[in-house]
């Protein structure tokens, strides 16, 4: 079945440093890829999409490039903020019309001013 | 614009006690609806979804059940709730298979 494994976390940086939180999927054909956000007590949000290889989805800074070649959707930013610590969460859903998506574990990012 | 309500925000029930957890969509029609619940360690377990009015699909067996009486309106229910119901549900909708998934702010529930 479809799987979608992120690296473990926390994540700790210092405000203004690079943040890569990596994220590799399984599936077949050509499934859509999501990051979602979650702040503390909060739901999940929609981070940023791709739908197709070589898709790179934007939003707030945040970037992440649909690579079909080596299965991956990194997440990166080029300088993280304080108000950046959250819980993301890397997605996919398959393609063929399936209504359930696959999520990762999830990873903590913390950032110290 | 697209929102989506879920309520209660806490809630403390004792073992035993029945539960309804409700959620509501506005803005879309035939939405996709989703419960999820997510114990401490961050993990999203899916536990329901639906494509439309009345059609229920279940992830994973256990003490809970949903409905969808309405089209827009998802409720998740139990009868007799155990400790181990504890945990941050999570009510979700989204357009199409594909489309991305659009939560609510969550219902915490502690069994006690």
């Known amino acids: 079945g479809d799987s979608v494994t992120q690296m473990e976390g926390p994540v700790t940086l210092s405000e203004e440093a690079f943040l890569t939180i990596n994220c590799t999927y399984t599936?077949?054909?050509?499934?859509?890829l999501f990051w979602y956000v979650q702040y503390p007590g909060e739901g999940l949000q929609l981070l940023l999409k791709?739908?197709?290889?070589?898709d790179k989805g934007s939003n707030k800074g945040f970037e992440a490039t649909y690579r079909k070649e080596t299965t991956s959707f990194h997440l990166e930013k080029g300088s993280v903020q304080v108000s950046d610590s959250a819980v993301y969460f890397c997605?996919?859903?398959?393609?063929?019309?399936?209504?359930?998506?696959?999520f990762g574990r999830g990873t903590s990012l913390i950032v110290h001013p | 614009s697209q929102t989506i309500h879920q309520w209660p925000a806490t809630l403390v029930q004792p073992v035993g006690s029945p539960l309804s957890l409700e959620c509501t969509v506005e803005?879309?029609?035939?939405?996709?609806l989703y419960w999820y619940r997510q114990a401490a360690g961050r993990g999203l377990q899916l536990l329901f979804y639906s494509v439309g009015i009345g059609q229920i699909s279940s992830e994973v067996p256990q003490n809970l059940s949903a409905s969808r009486p309405q089209d827009r309106q998802f409720i998740l229910s139990s009868k007799k709730l155990l400790l181990s119901d504890s945990g941050f549900y999570l009510c979700a909708w989204s357009e199409s298979g594909g489309s991305p998934l659009h939560f609510g702010n969550g219902t915490r529930l502690t069994v006690t």
């Open positions: 791709a739908t197709k290889a070589d």
């Open positions: 803005g879309t029609s035939n939405p996709n």
């Open positions: 599936a077949t054909g050509y499934p859509s």
């Open positions: 997605a996919l859903t398959p393609s063929g019309g399936s209504y359930i998506p696959t």
